[in-house]
């Protein structure tokens, strides 16, 4: 029998918490250590069409990327969506565990397997960790062979799990893209490093409108790729949840995963703006 226990000590050798940044809120939500795991679902988020696929699989652990509370609470009545979600895992007997930054940190972590998927080599970190510099958050890396962004925006359109969001792009179409930095979820506090390190690309989520225009000024600024939050961080766990049942089988113990597929991107449809220049540009 494999315990909670056991699976959270792996995941912790995999994600150590000690990565994590001092403002998140990682590791055990919920769960008893020394209760049986036999199916661990691996997803994004910990919002309720998750916790039914947990259901429905049976799983006794929901390993999540973002946390269920990232802020103090004083209560967790179900008079609100995380309210009920923490009352479902605990009625049902589902575990919560949260990697979030120790995972952005971790290597191979969240960014490694963007960078991976986009075909870069020669990885290193963006924000390398001051007494570890070879985990940090974000990656740099170089493409097999230069190309130009109109191509390296569709190589990125089509890595990604499809979402409403798509990919925005800021740059010259012409301009050739070699090295290029990628960081899973939220990026814009890393323009600054990024253009540093001199990349033809940046490709991570959650740009704003005045930190991506003002990084566009510079004349060495690299060319923007702004995509889905979500589809950015999903595609790490495929890889993470091969590497727990990985670790486990070399420990003599196993379990089932799962990674959902539950796209839990907020944005549910894109409407292109055409239409209003078609209509002269009026505004009403």
Same mark, same amino acid.
């Given at each position: 029998?494999? !315990? $909670?226990?056991?699976v959270?000590? =792996? /995941?912790?050798?995999?994600?150590?918490?000690?990565? &994590? #940044? %001092?403002?998140?809120?990682?590791?055990?939500?919920?769960g008893?250590?020394?209760a049986?795991?036999?199916?661990?679902l691996?997803?994004?988020?910990p919002?309720?069409?998750?916790?039914?696929?947990?259901?429905?699989?049976?799983?006794?652990?929901?390993?999540?990327?973002?946390?269920?509370?990232?802020r103090?609470?004083?209560?967790?009545?179900?008079?609100?969506?995380?309210?009920r979600?923490?009352? !479902? $895992?605990?009625?049902e007997?589902? =575990? /919560?565990?949260?990697?979030?930054?120790?995972?952005? &940190? #971790? %290597?191979?972590?969240?960014?490694?397997?963007?960078?991976?998927?986009?075909?870069?080599?020669?990885?290193r970190?963006?924000?390398?960790?001051p007494?570890?510099?070879?985990?940090?958050?974000?990656?740099?890396?170089?493409?097999?062979?230069?190309?130009?962004l109109?191509?390296?925006?569709e190589?990125?359109?089509?890595t990604?799990?499809?979402?409403?969001?798509?990919?925005?792009?800021?740059?010259?179409p012409?301009?050739?893209?070699?090295?290029?930095?990628?960081?899973?979820?939220?990026?814009?506090?890393?323009? %600054?490093?990024?253009?540093?390190?001199?990349?033809?690309a940046?490709?991570?989520?959650?740009?704003?409108?005045?930190?991506?225009?003002?990084?566009?000024?510079h004349?060495?600024?690299?060319?923007?790729l702004?995509?889905?939050?979500w589809?950015?961080e999903?595609?790490?766990?495929?890889?993470?949840?091969?590497?727990l049942?990985?670790l486990?089988?070399?420990?003599?113990?196993?379990?089932?995963?799962?990674?959902?597929?539950?796209?839990?991107?907020?944005?549910?449809?894109?409407?292109?703006?055409?239409?209003?220049?078609?209509?002269?540009?009026?505004?009403?």
């Open positions: 029998m494999t !315990t $909670l226990g056991q959270v000590e =792996a /995941l912790e050798e995999l994600y150590d918490p000690r990565w &994590a #940044a %001092d403002w998140d809120a990682v590791g055990l939500v919920c008893d250590p020394d049986p795991v036999e199916r661990v691996f997803a994004v988020d919002v309720r069409e998750v916790v039914a696929e947990a259901l429905e699989f049976k799983a006794q652990l929901i390993v999540a990327h973002h946390p269920l509370f990232l103090g609470v004083h209560g967790v009545a179900a008079t609100t969506p995380k309210g979600v923490a009352h !479902t $895992l605990v009625r007997g589902i =575990a /919560l565990q949260v990697c979030h930054t120790n995972a952005d &940190a #971790a %290597d191979p972590g969240v960014s490694d397997a963007l960078a991976a998927a986009l075909g870069l080599t020669d990885l970190p963006l924000d390398p960790l007494d570890t510099p070879w985990l940090g958050v974000g990656r740099i890396g170089v493409l097999p062979r230069p190309e130009p109109r191509e390296f925006r190589r990125v359109a089509a990604l799990p499809e979402t409403a969001h798509g990919v925005r792009v800021a740059g010259d012409a301009r050739v893209i070699q090295t290029v930095a990628v960081c899973g979820g939220a990026g814009d506090s890393y323009l %600054d490093a990024v253009r540093a390190a001199g990349v033809d940046y490709v991570t989520a959650d740009l704003r409108h005045h930190p991506a225009s003002e990084a566009g000024q004349p060495d600024a690299p060319a923007l702004d995509v889905s939050h589809a950015s999903w595609l790490w766990l495929p890889d993470a949840a091969a590497r049942a990985q486990l089988t070399t420990r003599g113990t196993t379990v089932e995963t799962r990674v959902s597929t539950i796209c839990t991107d907020p944005w549910a449809s894109h409407v292109p703006s055409e239409a209003r220049r078609d209509q002269g540009g009026k505004s009403h």
